[in-house]
């Protein structure tokens, strides 16, 4: 297929009749092993998508009639696969995982990003999302480092790490068994007092200096 080739390709679907409240319609898994376009593979593809009728009531007159409503096609699922790029000097590698739902309109994506550009390593994890997506355990997070290679027996190195947790953090962490961190509920005035306090004895130094 001209500069593209396919390996290993495998697909499913299944259709439910009459499926219960909560129960999709149509659930659809393919996998593909490896996909390569023009020198970039793609490889360990895998998507899940499970499509659902919501019924929703039509418009606020017809609340009161149930029997005016309309069927919304909606979909969750997750989508995976890693991305390997091999050019002259560098080498890279992206690794990719998503998952979606169309009725709260959210979804949760993670990033881990390699690469390598002598005498320069880089490595990054990043995970974010969006409405109701956020994940209870990690949050939205990035953390990774950087090796700078000098010498043969010598590097510079460096590391990065934050996260921004969600509201259901707390619970989850103790539904583990495990003490979540603690976070002082006024961070924002400690930090504004902290910078203000610092402030106040730069400027007293500033005066005894003159």
Do not use: W
Not at 7 to 17: H, N, P, S, V
Not at 162 to 182: D, F, N, R, T, V
Not at 187 to 201: E, P, S
Request: net charge negative; with cysteine; charged share 25%.
């Amino acid at each position: 297929m001209g500069n593209v080739s396919l390996d290993g390709i495998e697909a499913r679907a299944k259709l439910y009749c009459e499926p219960p409240a909560d129960f999709p319609l149509l659930s659809l898994d393919m996998m593909l092993d490896r996909i390569e376009v023009k020198g970039y593979k793609i490889s360990n593809v895998a998507v899940h998508v499970d499509m659902y009728s919501t019924k929703r009531v039509a418009d606020e007159v017809a609340r009161h009639d149930e029997s005016v409503v309309s069927s919304e096609l909606t979909f969750k699922g997750s989508m995976s696969g890693a991305l390997e790029v091999a050019l002259e000097g560098m080498e890279a590698g992206v690794e990719v995982a998503l998952s979606f739902d169309t009725e709260s309109k959210s979804f949760h994506v993670t990033v881990m990003l390699k690469i390598s550009v002598p005498p320069v390593e880089l490595d990054l994890h990043v995970g974010f999302s969006v409405n109701t997506g956020c994940d209870a355990v990690n949050g939205d997070f990035l953390y990774g480092g950087i090796k700078i290679k000098l010498t043969e027996n010598n590097e510079i190195s460096g590391s990065v790490r934050g996260a921004k947790h969600c509201e259901s953090h707390p619970q989850m962490m103790y539904k583990l068994g495990k003490k979540p961190p603690h976070i002082s509920p006024k961070y924002d005035a400690l930090a504004d007092f902290l910078a203000g306090y610092l402030k106040i004895i730069c400027f007293q130094r500033a005066q005894k200096a003159v």
